[in-house]
Structures are given as C-alpha cells and as structure tokens.
C-alpha cells in the first residue's frame, strides 16, 4: 500500500483521456472512491469513478458525445472510442430527509467537500494519475494500513444520513477482513431506526456480498453484535447463541454460492417453508426462494444414513438432481459444523446418492415408460381424476424398483391396480 501501486497502475486508455482532456480545460479532475482504494491494495479496480470540477454542462461541452444519465446529481457518461466513462461533478449535499438520499445537491469547485460527503475514509480518497497527487483528507490511506473501517468525521451524522452505511461497514469489514473502528462500530446500535427505513432490495444486495465473502462468519457475527441482524433477520436473532455460532460456522464452511450459503445459515434455524418465506420477504427471486427452501427442508441428511435406496430415490425426486450437488453442499457444512463426528457416515450417503443419481433412475411422471395417454387405453377409461391417481400408484411403484418402468410390466401393474380398485 504505497503511492507507487498508484503510480504503476493500468488505468484504461479512454479513463486516461478523458482525464487529460478536462485538465486540458483547465478543470480539476480525479480518480475517487472505491478505484483509489483497490488500487492502493494491489487489487485491480471493477470501475473507475471519475470526479471533476468541471459542471455537468461543462463535461458536455468537452466532448462530442455525452450522455445526460445522472445530470441532475451531477453524472453524465462520456462516449469516447466507443466506451462509456461517467463523470460526476464535485458536490456537496443538503438534509437526508428519507434516511436513503440527499434532500438536494450542491455543486463544489473543491475536491475535499466531495470527499468529506462519503461514507469511510478508505472511500474518501482521490487520485490524479496525470499529475501524480493523491488527496487524503480523512486518513484513509493510514486506515488502509491499520485495516480498519472508519467513517469520515462523524459516524452517527454518516450513519442518521444514510440508514444503508451501517450494513455497508460491516459488508467491507467481512469482505475485507477488517476490523470496525470503534467509534464506528458503536454508532451503528442508536442509528438502526434508520437501517429500518432502507428498502429490502438494498439490503438484500449487501447482505449477498457479506454472505459470499471469504469471512462470512465474522460479518454473520457482527451483524447480531450490532443489532442489524436483529432488524432485518430476527428468527436469526432469537435462536440461541450456540445455534447461531454453528450456523455462521456452517455458512463459512459452504461454497460462495448464494442459494447454498443462505440455505447453511437457515438450515438448523427454521423449516423449509419459512426459508422460503425469509427470502422472499428479502426481495430474493422466487427461483431462488424455491430452491432455499428445498434445500432447507431436506439438509439434515446425517438422518439419512441408513435409509434404503427406494427411500434415497424419492429424495432425488423430490429434490431434482440438478440440486443434488447443492443439497450435498448444505449437508456437508452443516455436520462439519455442528457434529463432526458424523461426517464420515455423511460422506458415504453422499456418494450412495451420487451413485443412484447417475443411474439416472425415473423420477417424475414424464418419465415413466406409460404416457397418459397409455395409461388411458390400459385401464379403459377416458381423462378422469382416475388417470393421476393411476400416474402415482406407477411413479410411487418404479421409484421402489426402477427396473419396473418397461411399458407391459407398467400395464401388468395398472391392471392388478385396477382389480384392486374394483374400476
């Protein structure tokens, strides 16, 4: 973390000119927030945020496309060589009325009034590459080096301001894997009735990168030591604490995938059906929500080590084989976490399953040797309630012994079920 990794970095070629192009006008211009940071840790930067003295209608003026995305909060998008570059006009801002946004926007001739806008330090830093400057009002530079999240001046003003920057502290202290300045830290309980005021969607989107972060135990952790897990998550909140430590621990154990890793949080906590309902009610999509709650429901496979092969098919089939590798996941974390000693006979289901999968054995109706149409014909009679009925006694039958799904050994059953019915 020096100013040489500033100096060497690979800044794109149009980012670059249109740099050069505003200083040529005179203006001030810089590289800020979250590029600066990456930068400054040896990590290439996702995007580049250029910030300039120049008005929005200067920007405009200084080249032949520009695109007026954001211009009334001061950002218009550059074209230049067919790549699109914003640039926001240096700002200060008036009341948050509404705990999310600013009640008005002013604009600044002055990098620092930018700056002092923003959430932390290690995002209120500035770089000019063409004139080799960096701007650090606040410290984050020394921040960087010390790893730790800090608010820019005041963190109950940045936290009343936007109820969104308590979860976004603890978001970069688990993905970072720093540590939460404490002044920092203990303005997050007596600012969470603005938290409260943030729509799910945004919190959903922070959650999601604390929960796929490589220490997403420890941001699990600070999320109940805060009290925003309590907010947003509160059947969390109220299992007991040995329940939730092996919960964020099986959540830390489980691949980055975000179905898997929600689903190892929620697994020991709450039943499939109110997984689902948590994750719905966190704006995640109903595709996503559906598969959390079968993952939930069917995780506890250690008490399904001695099931016969019938009783592990019906699993596949209620699960699909396209989530077994999923539900294997859950499962695995769950047991390393919570009873380790149980792994291994785990692991041997997980292979008897794996096995029974790739035999690809019938498992739903379509795939039964008999269409409707044929069980139909067989029994004599036309669409009827009767026809389901007969489509499950054959399903419930091959799932028990796939080697029955032969077209005449599937009549010969429809028949003796018929006998039986007295149809």
Not at 125 to 135: N, Q, S, T
Not at 209 to 215: A, C, F, I, V, Y
Not at 322 to 348: D, F, H, I, K
Not at 390 to 414: I, Q
């Amino acid at each position: 973390m020096t100013f040489e990794s500033l100096h060497r970095a690979d800044i794109p070629r149009p980012i670059l000119d249109v740099l050069q192009r505003l200083r040529e006008l005179g203006f001030a211009v810089f590289l800020v927030g979250g590029c600066v940071r990456d930068i400054l840790r040896g990590v290439a930067p996702k995007d580049f945020d250029v910030a300039s003295s120049a008005l929005p209608q200067e920007v405009q003026g200084a080249f032949k496309k520009v695109i007026p995305t954001g211009i009334q909060h001061g950002t218009v998008t550059v074209v230049i060589g067919g790549n699109h570059v914003e640039v926001t006009t240096f700002r200060s801002e008036g009341d948050y009325l509404d705990g999310r946004r600013p009640s008005s926007v002013t604009f600044e001739r002055d990098i620092t009034q930018d700056l002092s806008r923003r959430d932390f330090t290690i995002n209120a830093m500035a770089y000019d590459p063409l004139g080799r400057e960096l701007v650090d009002p606040f410290g984050g530079m020394t921040d960087l080096h010390a790893r730790l999240i800090r608010c820019v001046r005041s963190p109950i003003e940045r936290f009343s301001e936007d109820g969104l920057r308590p979860l976004r502290a603890v978001r970069f202290a688990a993905v970072l894997g720093f540590t939460l300045d404490p002044a920092t830290r203990d303005a997050i309980p007596p600012t969470l009735p603005v938290f409260r005021k943030v729509a799910l969607e945004r919190v959903r989107e922070e959650f999601v990168k604390l929960l796929l972060s490589p220490r997403a135990e420890l941001g699990l952790s600070l999320l109940v030591e805060t009290g925003l897990l309590e907010a947003f998550l509160p059947e969390l909140s109220s299992a007991g604490d040995e329940a939730a430590r092996m919960a964020r621990a099986a959540v830390q154990g489980a691949p980055a995938e975000v179905e898997i890793r929600l689903a190892a949080l929620l697994a020991d906590l709450v039943r499939g059906s109110q997984a689902r309902d948590i994750a719905l009610r966190l704006k995640f999509p109903t595709k996503v929500a559906d598969t959390v709650g079968l993952l939930v429901e069917h995780a506890a496979l250690e008490e399904r080590t001695e099931q016969a092969e019938p009783a592990l098919r019906r699993l596949l089939a209620q699960v699909g084989p396209a989530l077994l590798e999923p539900l294997l996941a859950v499962a695995r974390s769950r047991v390393e976490a919570r009873q380790p000693e149980r792994l291994p006979s785990v692991l041997r289901l997980q292979e008897r399953l794996r096995t029974l999968a790739a035999a690809k054995p019938p498992l739903t109706s379509k795939e039964l040797a008999l269409t409707g149409k044929d069980i139909m014909a067989a029994l004599g009679i036309g669409p009827s309630p009767q026809v389901g009925e007969a489509t499950r006694f054959l399903l419930e039958a091959v799932l028990d012994d796939p080697a029955l799904n032969e077209s005449e050994r599937l009549k010969d059953l429809l028949r003796i079920w018929q006998a039986g019915k007295g149809v």
